[in-house]
Nanobody
């Protein structure tokens, strides 16, 4: 069984910063990628940033230069540093991990419960 626990969300004023954390635990053989997605009311869930096990990162155009994703592979942690936040960044942010639970299993995606980020004055 795999568990993802997110933290760090909250209310922040425009221009402020937040740091989200996601910890993966449980039956984990190998993690291929970790990332962050977000969803606003009435909108599709969208990719924010991802980080592969090899260190490659990918960002949505809307957050490039403002957000930074990082990983601690040894501890199965992924972070999202969010700076210069804008009202349009308001959403529920979800952690996603792509992993194998055993050497014989297929790679599956696991999602956290989400953490609310609200950017408002």
């Amino acid at each position: 069984q795999v568990q993802l626990v997110e933290s760090g969300g909250g209310l922040v004023q425009p221009g402020g910063s937040l740091r989200l954390s996601c910890a993966a635990s449980g039956s984990i053989f190998s993690i291929y990628a970790m990332g962050w997605y977000r969803q606003s009311p009435g909108k599709q869930r969208e990719l924010v940033a991802t980080a592969s096990s090899g260190g490659s990162t990918n960002y949505a155009d809307s957050v490039k230069g403002r957000f930074t994703i990082s990983r601690d592979n040894a501890k199965n942690l992924v972070y999202l540093q969010m700076n210069s936040l804008k009202p349009e960044d308001t959403a529920v942010y979800y952690c996603k991990v792509s992993l194998q639970t055993t050497r014989w299993s297929f790679r599956d995606d696991y999602w956290g419960q989400g953490t609310q980020v609200t950017v408002s004055s």
